[in-house]
């Protein structure tokens, strides 16, 4: 007996790519002067590649891990720790994080 794959629900994709262009705009439009803007960018950075990986991923383990990552990196980046380690341990912590959960179940 085959195993269909789970089909990809075309509305993540609409509110992800409508979540890309509102934050390029976002990313246009406002300068990051304020801690309300800095945050609204990460919440709409964190909205849209939530959709975008619930989409490619089908999972929301691995949305949620790639939220995280990007979400750390561009916030070590925002921070001044531009070092080459730092992304390359985020990395490596994500992969530990994926790596002990798939031994749980």
Do not use: D
């Not at 801690?35 to 709409?44: K, S, T």
């Not at 939220?67 to 070590?76: C, R």
């Amino acid at each position: 007996m085959e195993r269909r794959p789970k089909e990809r629900n075309p509305l993540l994709l609409f509110l992800g790519v409508t979540g890309l262009i509102v934050l390029f705009a976002y990313v246009n439009v406002v300068a990051p002067e304020t801690l309300v803007h800095i945050i609204g960018f990460f919440l709409l950075l964190t909205v849209t590649v939530w959709f975008l990986g619930i989409y490619v991923f089908r999972h929301k383990r691995h949305a949620v891990l790639l939220v995280t990552g990007i979400a750390f990196y561009l916030a070590l980046r925002y921070l001044g720790l531009k070092h080459p380690l730092y992304a390359v341990l985020l990395i490596a912590s994500i992969a530990a994080l994926e790596l002990i959960r798939r031994e749980k179940s």
